[in-house]
């Protein structure tokens, strides 16, 4: 899986929107606060069941017996929670857990940390233990012998670092590594009914949380001050704040915007991208609005974008390849005379990305994305017109693929005066 848009923003200049409550660098208006005024939206929802869990690694463990794969390896991260329900760190010490191709899941962890990795685990019982002047890797290797003995490859999740492929390879020199990535992808791109509503419930609460904080914008508040409000906001109805961009002005022509200092002014484009989860599963909902009234030209570009993302929902029909979508949109963007492809004025980036335990997953709608559109898959819907020195304008509504067509998680504004509506 990709990188994270949190993780992305941390590494460029829109670090400021990031910052905690409380920070000296953030100031929140007392008329942005919403102390005790908003409600949990999640308090029905139901977390991903241990029989649910279980599933998947059965599912998991057929893909790695028809490609001859004798086991799976993940480090901490979303697939093993996906597949376990562990949510552990990374860090120089190994915790891994290994999904053999039969038999039951077992972990690599630690001695010191076997109590608390433990009071973690729902199913299983088979952890490996090793101390500080041993050798993790040998412990998988172990492992492998006890259920899959003397044949197979061992499949590593795309994001395993290199030292653990290594270590691991130097351990099980017979086995060949491969990327595990038809596996996890296999399982994880197609969400279940489940699933699917503890990411509808995360976009539910983007959007509340853009309507709560969205009529108290004024003019002199810089993007800190509307990004930890709404991080506020997402707490308070029950999501997990994950991140908020917030361009201003000519910032908002730059995608992941600008380490210039901005303010809100009357009259200039305001671009916010935010998203939160719930139970793991996330949203992404960009807005593009106008502080006080906007001009024609702002209007033009606000409605050519919406235009471009309907065109793009309608599209997104099962069996198409994902790729159709991008070059839909892109071709009568070219039509009105941006770009040509990805060039400027025009759009940049890809125009959606995968979504669900992480911001950006597998599948893409970018130019040359052959993979077919099936029921299950999640995606972003997010044209923008950007216009290097005046601004940009960006729409972000995810979408999922059902049997009878793409279906919004949240529908789109109608137009730039209501945003929100």
């Known amino acids: 899986m990709s990188m994270s848009k949190r993780d992305f923003l941390r590494q460029t200049g829109a670090l400021a929107v990031l910052a905690p409550l409380g920070s000296c660098a953030v100031r929140i208006d007392d008329n942005l606060r919403r102390a005790d005024s ?6 029905d929802v139901a977390p991903i069941s241990v029989a649910e869990r279980l599933g998947r690694v059965q599912k998991a463990q057929k893909l790695m017996r028809d490609a001859s794969v004798a086991a799976l390896l993940l480090e901490p991260g979303s697939s093993m929670v996906y597949f376990t329900g562990i949510d552990w760190w990374r860090s120089e010490r190994l915790t891994a857990a290994l999904i053999p191709a039969e038999g039951e899941i077992a972990l ?5 940390e076997e109590p608390s990795l433990r009071e973690r685990m729902s199913f299983g019982d088979d952890v490996r233990t090793w101390h500080e002047h041993e050798n993790p890797f040998e412990l998988v290797a172990g492992i492998l012998e006890d ?7 061992i499949a590593f999740e795309d994001t395993v670092r290199y030292f653990v492929l290594d270590g691991i390879n130097r351990a099980i020199p017979r086995r060949e590594p491969v990327s595990g990535s038809s596996i996890t992808t296999g399982c994880r791109l197609f969400k279940s009914e489940h699933e699917l509503q503890l990411m509808q419930k995360a976009n539910d609460v983007t959007l509340a949380a853009y309507r709560a904080v969205a009529g108290r914008i004024e003019a002199g508040m810089t993007p800190a001050d509307v990004g930890a409000a709404m991080a506020e906001a997402t707490g308070e109805l029950g999501g997990k704040h994950e ?14 915007g600008s ?21 793991g599963y996330q949203s992404d909902i960009s807005r593009t609005m106008v502080l006080g009234e906007p001009t024609k030209r702002q209007r033009e570009i606000w409605d050519t974008v919406r235009r471009g993302q309907q065109l793009a929902f309608e ?4 069996g198409n390849p994902a790729g159709r979508v991008d070059d839909t949109v892109r071709a009568w963007y070219a039509s009105l005379g ?12 890809r125009l959606g990305h995968g979504i669900g335990m992480d911001g950006h997953e597998p599948i893409n709608f970018v130019h040359g994305e052959t993979t077919r559109l099936s029921p299950g898959m999640c995606l972003s819907d997010e044209p923008g017109i950007y216009i290097s020195g005046e601004f940009g304008v960006r729409l972000e509504d995810c979408l999922y693929i059902t049997g009878d067509g793409p279906r919004w998680f949240t529908e789109p504004p109608a137009s730039i005066d209501e945003p929100f509506a």
């Not at 380490?259 to 139970?279: A, H, T």
């Not at 599209?315 to 099962?318: E, H, K």
């Open 38 to 43: 908003l409600r949990s939206m999640t308090l």
């Open 108 to 112: 690599v962890t630690p001695h010191f």
């Open 147 to 153: 259920r899959w003995p003397g044949r197979g490859s």
């Open 243 to 256: 991140f908020a961009l917030v361009l201003a002005g000519e910032a908002s022509a730059y995608p992941h």
């Open 259 to 279: 380490s210039r200092p901005q303010v809100v002014r009357e009259g200039d484009i305001l671009l916010m991208d935010c998203g939160c989860s719930v139970q």
């Open 315 to 318: 599209t997104a029909q099962p």
């Open 338 to 349: 941006y770009g040509p492809g990805y060039e400027t004025p025009g759009l940049p980036h």
